[in-house]
């Protein structure tokens, strides 16, 4: 018995992120490489690698000061709540998220990383992208239908059959065990591994 879960569904359309963010990434590459050319042909190799390993150390830092921040918040947060304060809410772009992800560029080896990163701290940019972030989060939210996140979870199973999921129903016939038969307490037949 199966459910009413159609076995052969239309080919699912391909969304354009899916699209062209691996052509963004590979043209992101590029650039980058052709920049430290550029710049490694200009001012040679050594400021190239002083550039790169001056840019990890300051993305280091910025990581470990964020991450400090938001110990030193969630502690505050945690004590305030014991007092039986309500915690303050902080202002967007005033997290440590874009913090934590300017820290991350700065890692990442490359020019044009090494400047969004150098944006991402500027506090006007922060705040900024703060904003846009709680305004899209917000419209999402609003356009969602009302549910729980199983609810989320069972309908995306549901309308997306991944196909290694055989949706039906099971079926067991119950018989009374006998003394010596199969499940009883003399039972030797062999029964296959559970996990290959």
Known sequence: MTTGVPT???????????TFLPL????????????????AGAAGGLAVAALLAGGMIL????????GRRAFKNL????QQAQQGRQ??????????????????????????????GLLCLLPPVRAWIG???????KRKMAA????????AFTQARIHY??????????????????????????DMTYRPPLAP
Do not use: C, H, Y
């Not at 052969?8 to 899916?18: C, E, L, Q």
């Not at 502690?75 to 945690?78: H, L």
């Not at 969602?144 to 609810?151: K, N, Q, R, S, V």
């Open 87 to 116: 915690p303050t809410a902080q202002q967007p772009g005033q997290g440590n998220g874009l913090t934590m992800l300017a820290g991350l560029l700065l890692i990442m080896p490359g020019l044009l990383s090494d400047v969004a």
């Open 161 to 186: 059959p991944d196909g290694k999921v055989v949706q039906g129903e099971v079926i067991r016939e119950e018989r009374p065990q006998q003394p010596g038969g199969p499940g009883g307490p003399g």
């Open 131 to 137: 904003r846009r972030a709680t305004r899209s989060l």
């Open 144 to 151: 969602a239908p009302a549910g729980t996140f199983a609810d």
């Open 8 to 18: 052969s569904t239309a080919p699912r359309r391909r969304s354009p992120a899916r």
């Open 75 to 78: 502690a505050d947060t945690f």
């Open 59 to 66: 993305g280091v830092v910025v990581i470990k000061r964020a």
């Open 24 to 39: 963004a990434v590979a043209a992101w590459l590029i650039l980058e490489i052709w920049l430290l050319s550029l710049v």
